[in-house]
């Protein structure tokens, strides 16, 4: 997917999230912490291509890491959304004052990238470093993909007219569910580390 594709994409995600109220904390949050902080991180998993975006603007960062793990490879993980946590929690001072709703926000954004790669041939190794390659190909990787465009505003106008605080399903409830246990679960990970 391009540069444009994952920033639409991951706006829309954005608005799909706060209106479903996909976790209590983007439920509660500021749309102006939560759509620039997705926006913000949308294009980090492509850090792994030295001529995607942002890659050519850190080449410094974006060679190494290309060398090291290719091309969707370890940045477009769960283990790498994980890790990036793990290391924000245990590594940022405390005095930094991140809002929770914002942390939420780049989380999303960095998840938009991997789904919307996933929507190419190519997939995504979602369980790496298990190769499996996770694809639903719906989309071609090309510049002016007039079919990626139009698929990232439906999405976005989809999120826009769900009314905020859509009605309660089994689907939303389950992701809901989900994510709050990974939620605890990372906490307790994060307090133990901290604790030592």
Same mark, same amino acid.
């Given at each position: 997917?391009?540069?444009?594709?994952?920033?639409?994409?991951?706006?829309?995600?954005?608005?799909?999230?706060?209106?479903?109220?996909?976790?209590?904390?983007?439920?509660?949050?500021?749309?102006?912490?939560?759509?620039?902080?997705?926006?913000?991180?949308?294009?980090?998993?492509?850090?792994?291509?030295?001529?995607?975006?942002?890659?050519?603007?850190?080449?410094?960062?974006?060679?190494?890491?290309?060398?090291?793990?290719?091309?969707? /490879?370890?940045?477009?993980?769960? &283990?790498?959304?994980?890790? #990036?946590?793990? %290391?924000?929690?245990?590594? @940022? +001072?405390?005095? =930094?004052?991140?809002?929770?709703?914002?942390?939420? /926000?780049?989380?999303?954004?960095? &998840?938009?990238?991997?789904? #919307?790669?996933? %929507?190419?041939?190519?997939? @995504? +190794?979602?369980? =790496?470093?298990?190769?499996?390659?996770?694809?639903?190909?719906?989309?071609?990787?090309?510049?002016?993909?007039?079919?990626?465009?139009? %698929?990232?505003?439906?999405?976005?106008?989809?999120?826009?007219?769900?009314?905020?605080?859509?009605?309660?399903?089994?689907?939303?409830?389950?992701?809901?569910?989900?994510?709050?246990?990974?939620?605890?679960?990372?906490?307790?990970?994060?307090?133990?580390?901290?604790?030592?």
């Amino acid at each position: 997917m391009t540069a444009e594709g994952h920033l639409l994409f991951s706006i829309a995600c954005a608005v799909f999230a706060k209106n479903v109220e996909l976790t209590p904390v983007l439920a509660q949050g500021d749309w102006w912490h939560i759509v620039p902080a997705a926006v913000l991180s949308c294009l980090m998993p492509d850090i792994d291509h030295p001529k995607s975006f942002l890659g050519q603007r850190i080449p410094w960062v974006s060679r190494p890491v290309a060398r090291a793990f290719g091309h969707r /490879g370890f940045t477009h993980s769960l &283990l790498a959304v994980f890790a #990036a946590l793990t %290391l924000f929690y245990l590594k @940022v +001072p405390e005095s =930094w004052v991140i809002p929770a709703d914002a942390i939420q /926000g780049m989380v999303l954004g960095y &998840l938009s990238h991997i789904l #919307a790669d996933m %929507l190419t041939p190519a997939g @995504v +190794p979602l369980l =790496w470093p298990c190769r499996w390659r996770f694809r639903l190909p719906i989309v071609r990787p090309q510049k002016g993909n007039q079919l990626e465009r139009a %698929l990232c505003i439906l999405f976005f106008c989809y999120a826009l007219w769900l009314p905020q605080s859509a009605p309660d399903n089994e689907a939303v409830r389950w992701s809901s569910w989900v994510i709050s246990s990974l939620q605890t679960g990372f906490d307790r990970f994060i307090n133990h580390q901290m604790g030592q």
